[in-house]
């Protein structure tokens, strides 16, 4: 969803031509909740959309998810959640307990200007979970996860970003999930996760050519360390970071907690990022709109108890451990992952949360080094 402030731009080093699939979803999101609310007597429901598509399976097929199903899981706690834990010897984390996507935000000072930015996103606008189950448009709600197994072949990719996008091969199966499915207009990202390299493999606009893949752009995170992509550099995502990490999965809220902060878009960007973003996707130089890379979270004050537990672990992590502004798009939209046990109605309660319950927080005594996520 990159795109400059008065429109589409053209490609420069530092911005891309994207479209605005969260917007238009949002336009066919009210439209279609007009025709429930007639339909159901005006009861206030949301629609569930329909059963999504069958998952990819048999031999050399992949799982579109980043971890394996947990069995049904009670409802949530109101006790306050653990810290994150640290990963198993062996195991493959989303990155280090020590990487800023994990910091607790919830004691940062705000910045001076929060109020601002704040306003430029929209305090009336109210925040939007991008993700559930079944399908929407004709392709899941979400942002896919491909899991691959231990050695699965690499393909050639192509980019037409190529000078900021790390090089090929990449193990991406010719039957990936593609975001917004096959048939899909726009992002088209494509997010591999392989466990045994302790690898995430990140395409934008992704499309298969020919026994591989050609994409926008392509980035490779090592999931044990803090490395930062290049100064300037875009990755998959506007703010040259990892998609992967701020996405919310339904086996954390299953489990409880998640222990990380949420990716999030906004209306308009200033044409500038912040730690630890490392690429602005704007040509504004409007100091009240954000930077990519703005952390904010949804205030302490905010009563999430009664909440749906789905939705009420999601506020509990905004309030925690925060958002950060990772792309252009519709405001307050927040990404996770498809996911057919999502309950699309608890996820619809988010919506009765508006910007006004935000602030944005000052993450600048948390950075050790500004080529590195590492925390203090």
């Given at each position: 969803?990159?795109?400059?402030?008065?429109?589409?731009?053209?490609?420069?080093?530092?911005?891309?031509?994207?479209?605005?699939?969260?917007?238009?979803?949002?336009?066919?999101?009210?439209?279609?909740?007009?025709?429930?609310?007639?339909?159901?007597?005006?009861s206030?429901?949301?629609?569930?959309?329909?059963?999504?598509?069958a998952?990819?399976?048999?031999?050399?097929?992949?799982?579109?998810?980043?971890?394996?199903?947990?069995?049904?899981?009670?409802?949530?706690?109101?006790?306050?959640?653990?810290?994150?834990?640290?990963?198993?010897?062996?195991?493959?984390?989303?990155?280090?307990?020590?990487?800023?996507?994990?910091?607790?935000?919830?004691?940062?000072?705000?910045?001076?200007?929060?109020?601002?930015?704040?306003?430029?996103?929209?305090?009336?606008?109210?925040?939007?979970?991008?993700f559930?189950?079944?399908?929407?448009?004709?392709?899941?709600?979400?942002?896919?996860?491909?899991?691959?197994?231990?050695?699965?072949?690499?393909?050639?990719?192509?980019f037409?970003?190529?000078?900021e996008?790390?090089?090929?091969?990449?193990?991406?199966?010719a039957?990936?999930?593609?975001?917004?499915?096959?048939?899909?207009?726009?992002?088209?990202?494509?997010?591999?996760?392989?466990?045994a390299?302790?690898?995430?493999?990140?395409?934008?606009a992704?499309?298969?050519?020919?026994?591989?893949?050609?994409?926008?752009s392509?980035?490779?995170?090592?999931?044990?360390?803090?490395?930062?992509?290049?100064?300037g550099?875009?990755?998959a995502?506007?703010?040259?970071?990892?998609?992967?990490?701020?996405?919310v999965?339904?086996?954390?809220?299953?489990?409880?907690?998640?222990?990380?902060?949420?990716?999030?878009?906004?209306?308009?960007?200033?044409?500038?990022?912040?730690?630890?973003a490392?690429?602005?996707?704007?040509?504004?130089?409007?100091?009240?709109?954000?930077?990519?890379?703005?952390?904010?979270?949804?205030?302490?004050?905010?009563?999430?108890?009664?909440?749906?537990?789905?939705?009420?672990?999601?506020a509990?992590?905004?309030?925690?451990?925060?958002?950060?502004?990772?792309?252009?798009?519709?405001?307050?939209?927040?990404?996770?992952?498809?996911?057919?046990?999502?309950?699309?109605?608890?996820?619809?309660?988010?919506?009765?949360?508006?910007?006004?319950?935000?602030?944005?927080?000052?993450?600048s005594g948390?950075?050790?080094?500004?080529?590195?996520?590492?925390?203090?």
């Amino acid at each position: 969803m990159r795109s400059s402030d008065t429109g589409p731009v053209l490609a420069t080093a530092t911005t891309r031509l994207r479209l605005r699939p969260g917007a238009r979803r949002a336009t066919l999101t009210a439209l279609l909740l007009v025709l429930a609310s007639v339909a159901a007597g005006c009861s206030g429901g949301t629609p569930t959309p329909a059963a999504g598509g069958a998952t990819p399976s048999g031999p050399g097929s992949a799982t579109p998810s980043a971890v394996a199903h947990l069995a049904a899981q009670p409802a949530p706690s109101q006790s306050s959640p653990a810290p994150p834990v640290p990963a198993a010897p062996g195991a493959c984390p989303i990155f280090p307990a020590d990487n800023v996507w994990h910091a607790d935000v919830s004691g940062l000072p705000l910045l001076g200007n929060s109020a601002t930015l704040v306003g430029s996103i929209g305090t009336g606008a109210a925040v939007h979970a991008d993700f559930g189950s079944g399908t929407w448009d004709g392709g899941p709600i979400g942002i896919p996860v491909t899991t691959v197994p231990a050695g699965q072949p690499a393909v050639p990719v192509t980019f037409q970003y190529r000078s900021e996008s790390d090089p090929g091969p990449y193990p991406v199966p010719a039957n990936a999930a593609v975001e917004g499915g096959s048939a899909s207009t726009g992002d088209r990202h494509v997010i591999v996760l392989d466990p045994a390299r302790c690898r995430d493999y990140e395409l934008f606009a992704a499309k298969p050519s020919g026994g591989g893949w050609q994409a926008g752009s392509g980035a490779v995170f090592d999931l044990r360390g803090n490395a930062l992509r290049p100064a300037g550099w875009t990755s998959a995502d506007a703010a040259g970071l990892p998609i992967l990490a701020g996405l919310v999965r339904y086996e954390e809220v299953a489990a409880g907690h998640i222990d990380h902060a949420i990716r999030v878009t906004v209306p308009r960007s200033r044409n500038s990022y912040v730690w630890p973003a490392r690429h602005a996707a704007s040509s504004s130089s409007d100091a009240s709109l954000p930077p990519m890379g703005l952390r904010l979270r949804l205030k302490a004050s905010v009563n999430i108890a009664g909440l749906p537990a789905q939705a009420r672990v999601v506020a509990r992590a905004m309030q925690q451990y925060g958002v950060i502004v990772a792309d252009n798009g519709s405001a307050w939209y927040i990404s996770g992952a498809p996911d057919q046990r999502w309950s699309n109605d608890a996820l619809h309660a988010l919506g009765g949360l508006h910007g006004s319950d935000f602030e944005a927080v000052d993450t600048s005594g948390l950075m050790v080094n500004p080529a590195s996520a590492q925390v203090r």
